[in-house]
């Protein structure tokens, strides 16, 4: 499964209409409404702001809308481009300006196809998973030991240097012998709530 975490913008031009694909990452489905607001505001008088979303972690989620172009020509091409990307939690909205030339009902699929595919192959993607963060505690004359230790196991999101040193780490894998391996040299340690790691593709 692929995600996104910013929103992107790409736009084609067919037979004198202009079609604008906004790709947005979406937290939950509640922001749809909000995302769709966000598109007709930016690009105002448009003849139409197609759009489909997927949400959840089995892309058991979606919506389709083909906002007023004939049924099915818009909002579910857009929906299976998606699919085909196997990217979740997304919503892609499509806003066009008719140029004057009827497309026809071929024709608006394979716009509204083509509109998606070329801003998907612009988003950046990512991976996603759950790993092990820890609070970690030692004596100052170990920082460069720690840092070196965690070079390639662990990203270092704060360090606290009071008394003693205080790390708190996020695990590059779901693995906690990194920190067991190492115990014997730590004053304390504290396993936090898990961390969600996005891997770029």
Not at 46 to 57: D, L, M, P, V
Request: hydrophobic share 35%; aromatic share 10%; charged share 25%.
């Amino acid at each position: 499964m692929k995600y996104i975490k910013e929103k992107t913008i790409h736009q084609i031009e067919i037979n004198k209409s202009l079609f604008i694909a906004l790709v947005y990452p979406l937290n939950n489905q509640g922001e749809i409404p909000t995302l769709l607001e966000d598109a007709k505001q930016s690009y105002p008088k448009a003849n139409h702001y197609c759009s489909a979303s997927i949400f959840g972690e089995k892309m058991e989620h979606v919506t389709a809308s083909d906002d007023g172009e004939p049924s099915r020509t818009a909002g579910i091409p857009i929906l299976e481009v998606l699919k085909h990307h196997d990217i979740s939690n997304i919503l892609c909205v499509i806003v066009r300006y008719f140029g004057g030339i009827k497309l026809g009902s071929g024709g608006l699929v394979r716009a509204y196809t083509k509109a998606t595919s070329e801003a998907l192959k612009r988003v950046k993607l990512y991976y996603k998973k759950q790993v092990p963060s820890y609070t970690i505690e030692f004596e100052y004359s170990l920082i460069n030991h720690m840092d070196h230790y965690f070079e390639n196991k662990a990203n270092i999101i704060d360090k606290s240097f009071l008394s003693t040193v205080k790390y708190k780490i996020v695990l590059l894998d779901d693995n906690p012998s990194f920190i067991d391996d190492i115990s014997h040299q730590l004053i304390s340690h504290q396993e936090l709530e898990r961390e969600i790691l996005w891997i770029k593709i």
